[in-house]
């Protein structure tokens, strides 16, 4: 499977692909305008940020405690089940008057919840496309979450000057409910992939099976740490050049979209073990040139390029998945999506740190360098030949 009138012919990946489209919308929409509302109550530019992004660190959670469920639960009754309580969730902060801890009580939920539905959603897309195709089938989901969050917040904004914060929410709201009606409507009734029953004992246990292999940990911090450091250069666009930012933000965004476009479509089979260690490096290695304090046109070219290494997380997961069993395919992807949300968070932690200690450039071109030596150090660990198909089943699996 190589082309994209293959992939959309495929049955289901049409519905899950408007799941997805739906629930990112309304994940952006919701998100920019409880953003607003916090902000108007409170003033507070750190609540403001953490009512945007804190679901993201939440993802840790879930997927240390409840993560067995994305392999326990039928696809389509999870998909369609937690689009359905993200809508209530949603609804439920729009509610007037409710307390701010109360909003970030349900935003917790909301991020606990939403690291097991990114496990079921990339172990469903392993079930509907053939092996060959997990590649271009990932690719356009990422596409797709790159688009609708650009689409997602110019609606966002175009909602909250004609309508409210709170009626906003409500849209959004409404966005989650329509996801949960393709996902029950559009999705075939698939069984679970693995037996037995949620819980965090399970989910620890899955994870130290995952965790146990070397193979697969390499995999794993290769997904997680530089990814993270280097958003984390991104989370300081704003202080860098608050008038240029949006010219930064849409340079990463054509850098990554490239650089899907480029792997998921055109990258031949055999050029995709040769090219994986450059980009990872290309993720990093032009961030370097902020110690030179570049001005925005170089900047941007940068940023831009260094982005398109991001497409190096695409055949990773390919990776991951010639090296987990298939019962455990949407617990090892969940757990992927939601370590490299929670890096991505500490990344712009950390970043934000070192810009308050020094300048934004300084901190930039300090986590280019961290990530190019973790990329690095992880590199001879992920040299060895992967399997060509998934290992055999864990006992007690």
């Known amino acids: 499977m190589r082309t994209y009138r293959q992939l959309f012919a495929t049955p289901e990946f049409q519905p899950l692909f408007l799941t997805s489209l739906a629930q990112i919308a309304a994940q952006t929409v919701s998100g920019l305008a409880l953003s607003t509302l916090v902000y108007a109550a409170t003033g507070s530019p750190l609540l403001s940020a953490l009512s945007m992004f804190g679901p993201s660190l939440a993802q840790v ?6 993560m067995s469920a994305a392999d326990l639960i039928p696809p389509r ?6 689009a359905l309580v993200f809508a209530v969730a949603t609804a439920a902060q ?3 008057g409710l307390p701010i801890a109360a909003s970030f009580g349900i935003l917790f939920v909301i991020g606990v919840l939403a690291s097991v539905g990114g496990g079921v959603r990339y172990g469903l897309l392993n079930e509907i496309v053939p092996k060959q195709g997990y590649l271009i089938g990932r690719s356009v989901l990422n596409m ?3 688009t609708m969050q650009i689409c997602g917040y110019g609606l966002g904004g175009a909602l909250l000057a004609a309508l409210s914060p709170r009626a906003t929410l409500l849209v959004g709201a409404g966005l989650y409910l329509a996801a949960a009606v393709v996902a029950r409507f559009g999705l075939s009734g698939r069984p679970q992939r693995a037996t037995g029953r949620p819980s965090v004992t399970q989910t620890w246990r899955n994870n130290a099976a995952l965790w146990a ?7 794993f911090l290769a997904l997680w740490v530089p990814n993270g450091l280097i958003v984390g ?12 930012a949006g010219v930064l933000f849409a340079s990463a965004a054509f850098g990554m979209l490239l650089g899907d476009i480029t792997t998921g479509r055109f990258l031949p089979a055999r050029w995709r073990r040769v090219l994986g260690a450059p980009l990872r490096l290309l993720l990093a290695v032009p961030y370097l040139v902020f110690a030179l304090h570049p001005g925005i046109p170089v900047a941007a070219v940068a940023v831009m390029l260094a982005s398109i290494g991001y497409a190096a997380s695409l055949l990773l997961q390919e990776r991951l998945m010639a090296l987990t069993p298939h019962e455990l395919s949407g617990q090892a992807l969940g757990l992927q999506s939601s370590g490299m949300l929670t890096m991505q968070g500490v990344g712009a932690v950390v970043a934000g740190v070192l810009a308050q200690w020094s300048s934004p450039a300084a901190a930039m071109t300090t986590m280019a360098v961290l990530s190019v030596l973790v990329t690095l150090s992880l590199a001879r660990g992920l040299r060895a030949e992967a399997p060509t198909t998934a290992q055999p089943r864990l006992a007690g699996v």
């Open 94 to 96: 729009a509610i007037p």
């Open 144 to 146: 797709a979450v790159g």
């Open 61 to 66: 959670i879930g997927a240390t405690a409840l």
């Open 233 to 244: 250069c991104e989370s300081l666009f704003v202080s860098l050049s608050p008038r240029h």
């Open 77 to 82: 009754a999870a998909m369609s089940g937690l």
């Open 213 to 219: 292999s070397a193979p697969r940990r390499y995999v």
